[in-house]
């Protein structure tokens, strides 16, 4: 494994962590490795899995995910539904999204929070984040909150986000943020107001692409975004949530690197609980078209390679997927889901419109999606009990 050279001038900007070692993976050659891969490969990771108590590694989690493996779905279905009801038993996390921005520096290509895009900003005031959290308690005894914000340090900095996060904890006993990476010594602050967790997406793990994805802005800079998972895992997070959007590289090479990134996360962090998502592009204002197809069988396999992979992982499909995709990913992996979600700001109490980050794909109501869980003979679960350890 090659090792990168310290830059002091980097270093005093990026801070050290997993972009010091990602580039000794190389993308390509990741991309060569899967395609290698064999059947008999394949059915040597399976009996392994059935065998021993070992665990895997990133190496197995591509083989898992390979081409050949796909012969093996409805194996790997099996183990990995056995496997999800010994963790977790018979359950479904539910959670909802409150957007409280969507005002942002960045240019990402993809996203409807361009900042190029020309359309009212809104960044909901202290009532109005409040009047989110009444109307969405009017919705469902949901007790998990993920809150999102476009990236807009001047606007939704930690001040801010502080004060958000103080006025929703008395409604909800877990607050999540999906924001603009944050400092080790901000995130700790944070968990003083109630924080428990953040959900960060990389997008994409290939660092020669990220460039255009994501030409101006903060986000731009991939060390600084790559290496927000350790100040995450410094400031002592009980929970971090790691992802990549489909549609943008090859989703087998995205896998294998979120699987390299997350071994490296938990042995460093290893008192921090980890979750992973995985959303698809969908239509937003930027009109922009995926790359790579991403089909309905390539997010199965997925889902059960990387239970099988990591039994404890929590893994979450939002309101981008359908409805019956959604519920049949139900025991293959899956372990939390989004209900009821508005991905605009004020979207549950407002009235007025403000642009959405992206269409949702299933807008059932909570009640729906709860009926669709017990109809599978699952049972939703609307309290994180880990509130315990606060």
């Known amino acids: 494994m090659r090792q990168m050279k310290s830059d002091p001038t980097r270093d005093a900007i990026f801070g050290h962590g997993f972009a010091d070692i990602i580039d000794s993976y190389d993308w390509n050659q990741t991309?060569?490795?899967?395609?290698?891969?064999?059947?008999?490969?394949?059915?040597?990771?399976?009996?392994?899995?059935?065998?021993?108590?070992?665990?895997?590694?990133?190496?197995?989690?591509?083989?898992?995910?390979?081409?050949?493996?796909r012969k093996?779905?409805?194996?790997?279905?099996?183990?990995?539904?056995?496997?999800?009801?010994?963790?977790?038993?018979?359950?479904?996390s539910l959670y909802i999204p409150m957007y409280v921005g969507n005002a942002c520096t960045n240019k990402c290509v993809y996203c409807g929070f361009n900042?190029?895009?020309?359309?009212?900003r809104k960044v909901l005031n202290p009532e109005e984040?409040?009047?989110?959290?009444?109307?969405?308690?009017?919705?469902?005894?949901?007790?998990?909150?993920?809150?999102?914000?476009?990236?807009?340090?001047?606007?939704?900095?930690?001040?801010?986000?502080?004060?958000?996060?103080?006025?929703?904890?008395?409604?909800?006993?877990?607050?999540?943020?999906?924001?603009?990476?944050?400092?080790?010594?901000?995130?700790?602050?944070?968990?003083?107001?109630g924080l428990n967790g953040v959900v960060c997406f990389q997008e994409t793990y290939n660092r020669k692409a990220y460039g255009k994805y994501h030409p101006r802005g903060m986000k731009s800079h991939f060390d600084w975004r790559l290496n927000g998972f350790d100040r995450m895992g410094e400031a002592g997070l009980h929970k971090i949530g790691l992802g990549a959007l489909l549609g943008l590289e090859d989703w087998r090479g995205e896998a294998v690197m979120i699987a390299r990134h997350l071994r490296y996360l938990q042995k460093k962090y290893w008192r921090s609980r980890y979750s992973l998502n995985f959303p698809r592009l969908r239509p937003s204002e930027s009109g922009f078209a995926p790359n790579f197809i991403v089909s309905d069988s390539d997010i199965v396999q997925l889902s059960c390679a990387f239970r099988i992979f990591d039994p404890d992982l929590d893994i979450s499909f939002s309101t981008r997927e359908a409805p019956y995709f959604r519920d049949s990913l139900i025991g293959l992996g899956l372990t939390s889901m989004s209900a009821g979600s508005?991905?605009?700001?004020?979207?549950?109490?407002?009235?007025?419109?403000?642009?959405?980050?992206?269409?949702?794909?299933?807008?059932?109501?909570?009640?729906?999606?709860?009926?669709?869980?017990?109809?599978?003979?699952?049972?939703?679960?609307?309290?994180?009990?880990?509130?315990?350890?606060?």
């Not at 093996?72 to 479904?92: H, Q």
């Not at 900042?115 to 009212?120: L, Q, R, S, V, Y």
Request: some cysteine; glycine content about 4%.
């Open 342 to 390: 508005r991905t605009e700001p004020g979207g549950y109490a407002g009235k007025e419109y403000a642009l959405e980050q992206f269409e949702v794909n299933d807008d059932r109501t909570p009640k729906e999606v709860e009926t669709a869980i017990r109809s599978r003979g699952y049972d939703p679960v609307w309290k994180d009990w880990d509130a315990v350890f606060d």
């Open 129 to 193: 984040v409040k009047r989110e959290c009444e109307a969405i308690k009017d919705l469902g005894p949901f007790q998990n909150l993920l809150i999102v914000a476009g990236e807009y340090p001047s606007l939704c900095g930690v001040d801010y986000l502080e004060k958000v996060l103080e006025i929703c904890r008395p409604y909800f006993h877990n607050l999540t943020l999906e924001v603009q990476p944050l400092r080790s010594v901000d995130y700790e602050r944070l968990t003083h107001s």
């Open 72 to 92: 093996r779905l409805e194996t790997m279905a099996r183990i990995a539904k056995a496997i999800t009801e010994s963790r977790f038993g018979k359950t479904v």
């Open 115 to 120: 900042h190029d895009n020309k359309f009212t």
């Open 31 to 69: 991309l060569t490795e899967i395609d290698s891969y064999t059947i008999e490969d394949v059915d040597n990771v399976l009996s392994k899995v059935l065998t021993t108590t070992r665990q895997l590694v990133p190496e197995d989690l591509g083989i898992l995910i390979s081409k050949p493996a």
